[in-house]
């Protein structure tokens, strides 16, 4: 598609649920992030992905969190036993490489864990 | 419940005025950076970047500044528009990090 798309848009969970969250890049784009925002705060780093593979998962707060791509395309980044904390917008952005190039970022999904 | 949690610095300013947005970078190995708007409800959305062998690059409307020596950044608009309202973030990237980090935003608000 013409940008990122990231579903839902909106998901409101129970706390100790596990969530998806799903991110389409841009097509050709080999790159893939994901960031995390809280309320009023900048943009957390939680893991990019270079093809499939994942060089960096430093980002990542806990073992709760997980992230997969497949066919250097779509990511999913999973949350298990969701806790209040995680509420959050989640945002994905694409880019040609890991290299100085414009990142594009999607709508984000907002998690809210009641 | 009163929400917590860090309040962004703020800039209001008057239509048609110039806007000038800062931003202190951390680290000195940073070798590109960008800045970003974000309105409500959306995700950043790319301004203008500058890499860090040139000190200043112009764009429509806006101009970004570096200074390495003391590791700032700012970001200036031009004749501020209604629509500019948005928190604006700005971004530095190493190679060998290939990841972005983000300050903490300003949020721009411009007055009728």
């Known amino acids: 598609g013409a940008g990122v798309s990231q579903s839902p848009s909106n998901k409101v969970t129970e706390k100790g649920k596990d969530v998806e969250l799903r991110c389409d890049p841009i097509s050709g784009h080999t790159a893939l992030y994901w960031y995390r925002q809280s309320l009023g705060q900048g943009l957390e780093f939680l893991i990019y992905f270079q093809g499939n593979s994942a060089p960096d998962k430093s980002g990542l707060p806990s073992d709760r969190f997980s992230a997969e791509r497949t066919g250097g395309s779509v990511s999913t980044l999973t949350i298990q036993r969701t806790q209040q904390e995680d509420s959050a917008v989640y945002l994905c952005?694409?880019?040609?490489?890991?290299?100085?190039?414009?990142?594009?970022f999607g709508s984000g999904t907002r998690l809210t864990v009641v | 419940g009163e929400s917590v949690g860090l309040h962004l610095p703020t800039l209001s300013v008057q239509e048609g005025d110039n806007s000038i947005i800062n931003c202190a970078y951390s680290?000195?190995?940073?070798?590109?950076f960008i800045w970003y708007k974000q309105e409500s409800g959306k995700g950043p959305q790319f301004i203008i970047d500058i890499r860090s062998n040139m000190d200043k690059r112009q764009g429509q409307r806006v101009t970004v500044l570096l200074n390495k020596t003391v590791k700032h950044l700012s970001l200036q608009i031009a004749a501020t528009q209604p629509g500019d309202s948005a928190v604006y973030f700005c971004?530095?990237?190493?190679?060998?990090?290939?990841?972005?980090?983000f300050g903490s935003g300003t949020q721009l608000t411009v007055l009728p």
């Open positions: 971004a530095e990237n190493m190679i060998s990090a290939r990841q972005l980090t």
């Open positions: 952005a694409s880019s040609l490489g890991t290299a100085q190039y414009g990142w594009t």
């Open positions: 680290n000195s190995a940073s070798d590109y």
